[in-house]
């Protein structure tokens, strides 16, 4: 059975996670191994539950405990059949009135519910693009509400895995998880600090980038090349020197005059559907 249990503060260790301000000190709570990640609403959770993710205990307004029930019990289920758990384990459920947990975890909690969850270790970059045909490839995308809606524009139109070069922003945040509905759960994808493994695998390189040798994305589109991988750079200062060199590719959107360039998601969403229908 679930346990409720009714919280005032968090300065238990196991309730501290979710009023800790950086979410760094999560991702490397449990080192070398994995950390932790904090998922926010029902959806999020139930996406990250369904790809394997396993829940540590939840943290429920009061009012939501019974509209959640069916959430409770999913989370129970798999938390009593982990292997490091037995049979009489109880599955912690924390909860708290509105202004208790907006006081103590510095935010409001407007859709009810956050999960802490265990990580998982990346999977290996050859295993996720054996079969792939569209990839993205993120280099140093550091906007966290960007990584999330990028990664559910890819979900949504067809792209078959996400590489993340450099310095990214995390996934697995819990501001990119609810700009992205949880869609990371949803598609493949791990880290990469050499890009030439994606040349090995035959991937066409192409980025975007203000430069007058562009091809209109039309264009590209239109050279029906077998396994592209789309390079989107960093909001700032797009795609460094280096990474350009590697590209076989460089593509554009035209725009009307006065308008140089788009914000790097809403661009991602126009890109994979025109490469991809």
Same mark, same amino acid.
């Given at each position: 059975m679930a346990e409720k249990i009714?919280?005032? /503060? #968090?300065?238990? +260790?196991?309730?501290?996670i979710y009023n800790m301000r950086s979410e760094t000190m999560l991702y490397r709570m449990n080192e070398p191994a994995p950390g932790i990640f904090i998922s926010e609403t029902e959806l999020v959770i139930r996406r990250a539950l369904a790809a394997g993710y396993e829940p540590i205990s939840l943290l429920v307004l009061e009012n939501e405990l019974e509209n959640l029930s069916g959430l409770i019990e999913e989370c129970e289920k798999i938390f009593i059949t982990a292997d490091r758990y037995d049979e009489e384990a109880s599955f912690p459920v924390y909860y708290a009135a509105y202004e208790t947990i907006k006081d103590l975890i510095g935010f409001p909690l407007t859709r009810g519910v956050l999960c802490a969850m265990k990580r998982k270790k990346l999977p290996d970059v050859n295993s996720i693009i054996a079969n792939a045909r569209n990839i993205a490839v993120f280099c140093d995308i550091e906007n966290p509400t960007n990584t999330g809606t990028i990664f559910r524009n890819a979900a949504a139109l067809g792209i078959d895995a996400v590489i993340l070069h450099r310095n990214c922003s995390d996934p697995l945040y819990r501001r990119s998880? $609810?700009? %992205?509905? %949880? *869609?990371? #759960?949803?598609? +493949?994808?791990?880290? *990469? /600090? /050499? =890009?030439?493994? =994606?040349?090995?695998? %035959? #991937?066409? #390189?192409?980025?975007?980038? =203000? $430069?007058? /040798?562009?091809?209109? =994305?039309e264009e590209f589109a239109a050279e029906n090349i077998e396994k592209k991988a789309l390079l989107l750079g960093n909001e700032g200062f797009g795609l460094s020197d280096d990474t350009l060199a590697l590209c076989d590719s460089v593509i554009k959107i035209p725009m009307r005059e006065g308008v140089d360039s788009l914000n790097v998601a809403v661009a991602s969403g126009i890109a994979f559907y025109e490469l991809t229908k």
């Open positions: 009714k919280v005032s /503060d #968090f300065t238990d +260790p196991e309730t501290k998880l $609810r700009a %992205g509905m %949880g *869609c990371q #759960f949803a598609i +493949p994808w791990t880290s *990469c /600090d /050499d =890009l030439n493994v =994606l040349k090995e695998n %035959g #991937f066409h #390189f192409a980025a975007f980038a =203000l $430069r007058d /040798d562009a091809l209109t =994305l």
